[in-house]
Nanobody, 126 residues
Framework: QLRLVESGGGLVQSGDSLTLSCTAPGFKLELYSIGWFRQAPGAEREGVSCIGSSDDRRTFYAQSVKGRFTIVRDFHKNAVYLQMNNLKPEDTGVYYC??????????????????WGEGTQVTVAS
């Protein structure tokens, strides 16, 4: 069973940067489509950014994070990162890494992802 491990969350100030990491010990993460989702208190879990598997370099970004967040796949380290710049209080939430086997589309649709990590908290203070 694919197990995803997120790390890198924390408490930051508005305008700061954070980089979240997603790893999968024992599995080749490059074979999976990967997504970052977040859930704010009282809100639905939403897609933030997703990336295709293997040589599929397509990416998706939610409108609210375009130009500020970047999803990066590191094949050597078997990891996917979410680089978050110019963080805002509305970026606060639990961030989850999700994976699914080689999705045809990269649209960050939550129900398409079977495997989920436990999440990492990101809190942005104003």
């Amino acid at each position: 069973q694919l197990r995803l491990v997120e790390s890198g969350g924390g408490l930051v100030q508005s305008g700061d940067s954070l980089t979240l990491s997603c790893t999968a010990p024992g599995f080749k993460l490059e074979l999976y489509s990967i997504g970052w989702f977040r859930q704010a208190p009282g809100a639905e879990r939403e897609g933030v950014s997703c990336i295709g598997s293997s040589d599929d370099r397509r990416t998706f970004y939610a409108q609210s994070v375009k130009g500020r967040f970047t999803i990066v796949r590191d094949f050597h380290k078997n990891a996917v990162y979410l680089q978050m710049n110019n963080l805002k209080p509305e970026d606060t939430g639990v961030y989850y890494c999700a994976a699914e086997w080689q999705l045809v589309q990269t649209m960050c649709v939550r129900r398409e992802y079977k495997f989920w990590g436990e999440g990492t908290q990101v809190t942005v203070a104003s």
